[in-house]
């Protein structure tokens, strides 16, 4: 995060620019944790169900959804890295392309 500080600071992003890399890390971050909210309401709500409860339906229910849970957040752990590493990405082009363009000024 400072190091976008620094480029919006020696005026070489825009600040609509800077507002956008930032939302998009923000929207990264608050979809990892609906992620792990997901996931941990899916757990608990299965080892409710079978502990709480004697019908065996619903005991099958709660089984189902303790993995559904850890699989939810083995999934949304995958798919956080693969934007990090793609907002990374985006970050390094963009630098680069910004150093092209000084070295064109010049």
Excluded: C
């Amino acid at each position: 995060m400072k190091e976008l500080h620094k480029h919006y600071n020696e005026g070489r992003l825009t600040l609509r620019d800077y507002l956008a890399a930032h939302r998009t890390v923000l929207a990264n971050d608050r979809t990892w944790l609906g992620n792990i909210r997901t996931s941990m309401t899916f757990f608990v709500a299965g080892v409710s169900f079978i502990q709480f409860f004697d019908l065996e339906i619903i005991r099958m229910i709660g089984w189902a959804f303790i993995p559904i849970g850890i699989l939810n957040l083995i999934l949304g752990l995958f798919r956080y890295i693969q934007r990090r590493k793609m907002i990374s990405g985006i970050k390094i082009k963009k630098k680069i392309r910004e150093i092209l363009q000084d070295d064109g000024d010049e």
